[in-house]
């Protein structure tokens, strides 16, 4: 069906071939009507020949009969009646038409025609009538009867009375009327061709005219297409490329454009000087010999970029119009940029550069295929930084990206080339180590721990920081999900065991992993239950020995685990939300607490309950409306009261941060006491403490714990107390193990202390026993 | 419909062009025009085969001939004075000799054809005056015709 259609003949179909149509058509008619003409005027004028040459005939024989007449009257030998008869028959003749006879043999027979026009057959009528009136005077004066009575038929008033004057008047009358008729015919044959060169001029002009119009109507429609395609070309952003023997011939304006060049620089060879080396010899390819149909190349443009293009090749070497190969080029740089991109974004992390897990998890696959055959060893370790998530809340998201850029900078430069370093989301990163065994594993693990040794300078700030890494060594039969699986466990291990250290997979591993998913149901039932209770440390007043207050420490007593520490799940309850209800059950009690304490009159003067707050329960808000529903509602002085909040709080940046200090301020206001725990471990700067309220810095215990060897920890603590006494605070040291610890912070300058030196976690009942006691019980209790 | 008009544009063009052509032929015919003088009083004269018809006689004065051929042979017409009863004739004894009139005012007006016609101004002394047709045989065959300027 389309074949067919493709093959139809349509001569009109486009305005241009309309217009040649009618040209054509013109032309056709214009000479079929001229031809036509000219061959009747000739035909015409024949026969006007032949009718001229028989009329001007009559006139000799009518002189020739007048003497043929006189002789014959004389006696002497003529023929009057034949030469009579031979006028009659030419005057008929040349009327009507027919054979005019041929006259001594001199001329043929002719045939002529009727004679046409009025004048001409008036006066070949009038001819006629005088070669009657010749004839009938010549017999009459053959006959010798009288001349003059010879009736005249045609007007003619003869006066004369010799007869042969009136024979001669008569012979010239019809001479000179027979050669007027002639004449006459003859004009009108002038006229009639006269008036055919006159059509055909009209004709020849008109048609030229005509001819010159719908040239010039085919003109203006091939220059409407040319014009029309020429813009489409110009204003194309294709670029169109045409290559003859000789080389590029054409190139459209885009693609001068395009290569901030004139399009006369390209002709010949010059293109080519444009074209990527590694691209040349394909492009040849393509426009010598018109394949293959679609050709990829790049180009060079005046400012040294690279444009990618993709091109149509349209062999029309065949074409009598164009000769060549055309080339339809469209810039594709962008495309291939973009899919380049895309492959890039596809198996990479966006924000480090390193490999993504989709990555990570292909090598991994790789490896393992070929370890199978090859029998090599492969190792993965999986890296989680310990404690990113504080610097994400307190410093920022911009903070937290900046901080993954440096440590995976610091993670490529220790891993081997041949390695394959990945993140896989948030802070946790990965380390394909192929044909390395377990200690090999081992010292990659050390010398990641190693790089993170330096503290990281972000925001004006200098962090430390730690990571806990997994290790797993591949097995046989093992896939990639069973590797990074273990590997998370074995990670998982080692942020237990203390982070900042590395593990390696053992299989008793997934058992403890599945305790610690039984315990935050355990925790939520253990809260329904009960099964939590306070324990009150201590803080006693380094000069006076006197117990000025005491921490509220939560513990739960599991059924199945027996009495749990806090640091065993606290930070389960963190990650579940538990420790809002958590937070709430410790406000409570710890209220309940000092009212029973006060109702039994134990509590010393300036004695504070310290009660810590999870940094989430600052951050999640409402903690002032929480705190002072839970004083008014054990009638507890604020006073009494004291929160402990870590750094986080302290430096939380954003509305939440805002919210989270305008809290605590009122809480202070109130008569709160406020204390920064681990005051040291964080982020927390000078300007950050005098913006905030507060009244006590407790020193963390990882510094007090070298205080009296370690010179660092020593002048960290130093520093530490005269900040907080320069703020007008007190400061607290935690950990008090020793008297030399004891004796080495009061030396310092810390105020308070608490610790096991002085006394451990005790119930309340045991804490007021203490307090009603003296400072010898203290001294019992410490030893 | 669109296509159409512009064929009939086309066409229009093409015609328009002949019919102008056909104008400019025909108007360098029609911008022959007769000449003659406008003055005098007219007199009718009408020549056809064989005999003149024209007035007796006229007033003397500038008058003007009104000459017309109704055929249907071609005719001329000659004015001239008569002396006599006859013009002079040719050896031939069939035409005027022409040569021997008299040389006074002569109007010739020669190779009328059937239809054709003009006007001549003459202004003819007193006097008795032939109007002819001088073509062989013609004279005498009829075509004379005597007017009489007084």
Not at chain 2, 121 to 133: A, I, K, N, T, W
Request: net charge neutral.
């Amino acid at each position: 069906m389309r074949l067919q259609r493709s093959v139809t003949f349509r001569p009109l179909e486009t305005r241009g071939r309309r217009v040649i149509g009618a040209i054509l058509v013109t032309f056709a008619l214009v000479s079929a009507l001229s031809i036509t003409l000219s061959l009747r005027a000739i035909g015409r004028s024949r026969h006007q020949a032949a009718v001229v040459q028989v009329a001007a005939r009559q006139r000799t024989l009518a002189e020739r009969y007048v003497n043929e007449v006189l002789l014959a009257h004389g006696g002497r030998r003529a023929d009057p009646a034949t030469t009579a008869r031979l006028l009659a028959q030419s005057a008929d003749v040349l009327l009507d038409g027919g054979e005019a006879p041929a006259v001594n043999g001199d001329d043929d027979e002719t045939t002529l025609p009727p004679t046409s026009g009025e004048t001409a057959r008036l006066q070949l009528q009038q001819a006629r009538r005088l070669v009657h009136d010749l004839t009938a005077a010549g017999s009459a004066y053959l006959g010798h009867r009288p001349v003059a009575s010879v009736p005249l038929t045609a007007h003619e008033r003869i006066t004369a009375t010799d007869p042969v004057q009136r024979l001669r008047i008569l012979a010239a009358v019809t001479s000179n009327v027979s050669l007027d008729a002639a004449r006459t015919i003859a004009t009108r044959a002038d006229r009639n061709v006269g008036r055919v060169v006159t059509i055909q001029i009209v004709l020849g002009v008109a048609g030229l005219f005509a001819s010159l119009l719908l040239s010039l109507g085919l003109i203006a429609v091939t220059r409407r297409q040319t014009a029309h395609f020429r813009s489409l070309i110009t204003s194309s952003t294709d670029l169109v490329l045409v290559f003859g023997r000789e080389g590029c011939r054409y190139v459209s304006e885009s693609v001068g454009k395009m290569l901030g060049c004139p399009p006369s620089e390209m002709l010949g060879s010059g293109f080519e000087r444009f074209v990527a080396a590694d691209d040349l010899a394909g492009l040849r390819a393509a426009t010598e010999q018109g394949t293959p149909s679609r050709v990829l190349f790049r180009l060079r443009n005046r400012f040294d970029e690279w444009r990618n293009l993709e091109a149509n090749v349209t062999d029309l070497r065949g074409d009598r119009q164009v000769h060549g190969v055309v080339l339809n080029a469209r810039d594709v740089t962008e495309r291939v940029r973009l899919e380049e991109e895309l492959t890039r974004q596809a198996f990479h992390d966006g924000l480090t550069g390193l490999a993504n897990r989709a990555l990570f998890r292909d090598r991994l696959d790789h490896a393992l295929a070929q370890s199978a055959r090859s029998r090599d060893s492969l190792a993965v370790l999986l890296v989680d930084l310990d404690g990113f998530k504080q610097v994400n809340d307190s410093l920022g998201h911009d903070a937290g990206d900046q901080l993954l850029r440096d440590v995976a900078g610091r993670f490529a430069a220790v891993t081997r080339p041949g390695d394959t370093l990945a993140r896989l989301g948030g802070d946790e990163f990965a380390v394909l180590l192929e044909g390395a065994n377990e200690p090999m594993a081992k010292n990659i693990a050390r010398r990641l721990l190693t790089s993170l040794s330096a503290p990281v300078e972000i925001a004006d700030r200098s962090l430390r920081l730690s990571a806990s890494i997994g290790i797993v060594t591949g097995r046989v039969g093992a896939d990639s999900d069973d590797l990074i699986r273990d590997a998370d466990l074995a990670m998982y291990a080692a942020k237990e065991a203390g982070r900042g250290r590395f593990e390696v997979f053992r299989h008793e591993m997934a058992r403890e992993l599945g305790e610690l998913l039984g315990l935050e149901h355990e925790l939520r039932q253990g809260l329904e239950l009960g099964q939590f209770a306070l324990y009150y440390q201590p803080l006693v007043d380094l000069e006076s020995n006197a117990i000025v207050g005491a921490e509220a420490l939560v513990r739960w007593h599991s059924p199945t685990r027996g009495l749990v520490l806090a640091e065993r799940f606290i930070s389960v309850t963190e990650t579940t939300g538990l420790i809002m209800e958590l937070g709430a059950f410790v406000l409570r009690e710890a209220c309940r607490q000092i009212t029973a304490w006060q109702a039994a009159g134990t509590l010393p003067e300036g004695f504070v309950t310290w009660v810590n707050v999870s940094g989430r329960q600052v951050s999640a808000g409402g903690l002032d409306n929480l705190v002072e529903r839970e004083l008014s509602r054990a009638r507890v002085d604020p006073a009494l009261l004291g929160l402990e909040v870590t750094e986080t709080a302290v430096v939380m940046e954003g509305a939440a941060g805002d919210r989270a200090r305008r809290e605590l301020r009122s809480l202070y206001e109130l008569g709160v006491h406020i204390a920064v725990d681990d005051f040291g471990t964080g982020f927390s700067s000078l300007g950050h403490l005098r913006q905030f309220p507060v009244d006590v810095l407790k020193i963390d215990r990882s510094f007090v714990q070298g205080v009296e060897h370690d010179p660092k920890d020593a002048a960290i603590t130093a520093n530490l107390t005269s900040l907080a006494h320069a703020l007008g605070l007190v400061a607290l040291a935690e950990g008090i193990e020793s008297q030399s610890q004891r004796a080495a912070v009061q030396e310092l300058g810390c105020d308070h202390a608490q610790g096991y030196l002085f006394a451990h976690a005790m119930t309340g009942v045991e804490l007021a026993r203490l307090l009603a006691g003296d400072d010898a019980g203290l001294e019992a209790a410490s030893a | 419909m669109r296509r159409l008009s512009r064929r009939l544009r086309y066409l229009s063009c093409a015609l328009l062009a002949a019919a102008l052509t056909g104008l400019v032929t025909v108007g360098v015919g029609w911008s022959r025009t007769e000449a003659g003088t406008r003055t005098g009083k007219v007199i009718s004269v009408t020549e056809r085969d064989f005999r003149i018809k024209a007035p007796a006689s006229i007033p003397t004065g500038r008058v003007r001939l009104r000459i017309r051929n109704l055929g249907p042979d071609t005719h001329e017409l000659i004015v001239a004075r008569l002396r006599g009863r006859q013009l002079p004739l040719r050896a031939d004894g069939l035409t005027v000799d022409e040569e021997a009139l008299e040389p006074l005012h002569p109007v010739v007006v020669e190779g009328m054809e059937r239809g054709k016609g003009t006007e001549v101004s003459v202004d003819l002394p007193p006097g008795r005056y032939e109007l002819f047709c001088n073509m062989a045989g013609h004279y005498l065959s009829g075509m004379h015709r005597t007017l009489v300027v007084r």
